[in-house]
């Protein structure tokens, strides 16, 4: 094994990981994951006049599937494809977003925001933009589960929401 000693005595370079190398880690650098999630999503009426009838009433439920790539542990990229009506297209939405998130030390918590955009096919064939927030618990540095939430507005529709809920492997 081969070290350099700084004038303090501590080793600056090793081939064992130290404290800052991101093995072991449970956010990491060149982290690829996969997520499978449920969704729900309320139209821009009842956005505005939320009450516990009209959400009853009007969401709409589905499941998708997602995959991130994180370049940095901090700021990555993500994919999603969900459908929420098995009626029309089998997908009804695909998007993709840039992702900061800020991992809370190694407590497993990790708040995050992104933005992009995509395309719906179904209901309304429309271009969109996009933009959230969510928090995700890993157990593993492997396993986690993620909720969040994000606005969506359509370039041929009214702005909707989209709350997602589901299970993350990391890689």
């Known amino acids: 094994m081969l070290a350099v000693k700084s004038v303090l005595g501590q080793d600056n370079a090793t081939n064992n990981p130290g404290p800052n190398d991101d093995q072991g880690r449970i956010y990491r650098a060149n ?13 821009a009426y009842t956005i505005n006049h939320v009450s516990n009838a009209r959400v009853r009433h009007n969401i709409r439920f589905g499941a998708g599937a997602g995959i991130n790539y994180f ?56 271009a969109f933009g996009q933009a959230g927030a969510g928090l995700e618990f890993r157990f593993t540095p492997n396993v986690g589960l993620f909720v969040d939430a994000r606005g969506v507005v359509p370039d041929k529709a009214k702005y909707y929401g989209v709350g997602r809920l589901g299970i993350r492997f990391a890689f």
């Open 31 to 43: 982290e690829l994951s996969v997520d499978a999630f449920g969704t729900g999503s309320l139209g």
């Open 71 to 126: 370049f940095t542990r901090n700021l990555g990229i993500g994919g999603d494809v969900y459908s929420e009506n098995t009626t029309g297209a089998f997908i009804d939405s695909t998007s993709g977003n840039l992702i900061l998130r800020i991992p809370l030390g190694e407590s497993g918590l990790a708040p995050y925001i992104f933005g992009g955009g995509g395309y719906q096919f179904d209901l309304t064939k429309a």
